[in-house]
C-alpha cells in the first residue's frame, strides 16, 4: 500500500513540524536574498561578479607589442606550445566548466566537458594566431631577421594549410638554431689617425772650394820664405 500524506501541513509545504514559517523569518530570508555578499555554492556572489569582469579583461597574449623584447616575445610563444590545453580559458570557456554539476545526468556533464574542449582548441588557435600576427609585424618592421624560405611557411599559415599552432613550432625551431635572430648590427671601426713618419732631409754636400792664402797655414810659409831669401843672398854673395 503507497505511503499517503496525512499531516495537512506536508500537503502545503509547511516546514516540519506543521508549523507555518514566522513573518520575521520571512524577513530575514528577503534581506538574505537582497544581501550582494550572500555566496551561492560557498563563494561570493560579489566575487564571482568581479571573477567574471577580470576574466572578460583576459587577452591573448599574442597580439604584437611593441614594448615586448625579441626574448620576451619568443618566451610568450614558448609557454604557448608547451603549455597544456587546460590552461586555454575564456569567458565562454569559464561558463562551461561552471555548468558541470552533480546534478547534471553524465550525459549533460560529459556534453559539456566535450564542448569545453572543443572551446580551448579554438583558444589555442586564436592566441597561436594572435603570436603569429606578432611575428609577422616584427618581420615587416625588420626586428627579426629570416631567411628567404621561411616565406613559404608564412603562405601556407595564410592559406590554413598549417595551422598558427604549427606555424609557431616551425617558427620557433628556426629561432632555436638561430636561423631567425634579431638583426646584426656591425659597429664601423674608430679609424686610428696614425702619425707619419718624418722623412729625414738629406745633408747637403759641400761644394769644394779653392784654398786661398788666408786658408795655408801662415808659419810654414814664413818659414820656407826666410830659407829661399837665406839661399838667394848667399848666392849673391859667391858672385
Known sequence: MPYALTSPSASIGYPKGGKPVSQATIAKLKKAMSDPTRTLHGVSIAERQRAEVDLAKITSKGYYDPQDSFDEQNKK???????SLGNFRNEK?????GG????NTDLRNNYLRDLTEI???????AQADAHMQGVLARLQNGEIVAPAYFQNNITQ??????????????????VTMGTIHKP????????VEIPAT???EPTPTPEPTTPTISSLPIIPIIIIAVIVGFFLLR???RK
Open 77 to 83: 610563444i614558448q609557454f604557448q606550445l608547451s603549455t
Open 93 to 97: 570557456i569559464e561558463k562551461l566548466v
Open 100 to 103: 558541470v554539476s552533480r546534478s
Open 119 to 125: 572551446e580551448r582548441k579554438k583558444e589555442r588557435e
Open 157 to 174: 599559415a595564410q592559406l590554413g594549410v598549417i595551422t598558427s599552432q604549427q606555424f609557431l613550432t616551425v617558427y620557433q625551431g628556426f
Open 184 to 191: 646584426i648590427i656591425v659597429e664601423k671601426p674608430i679609424p
Open 198 to 200: 718624418p722623412t729625414p
Open 235 to 237: 848666392r849673391r854673395a
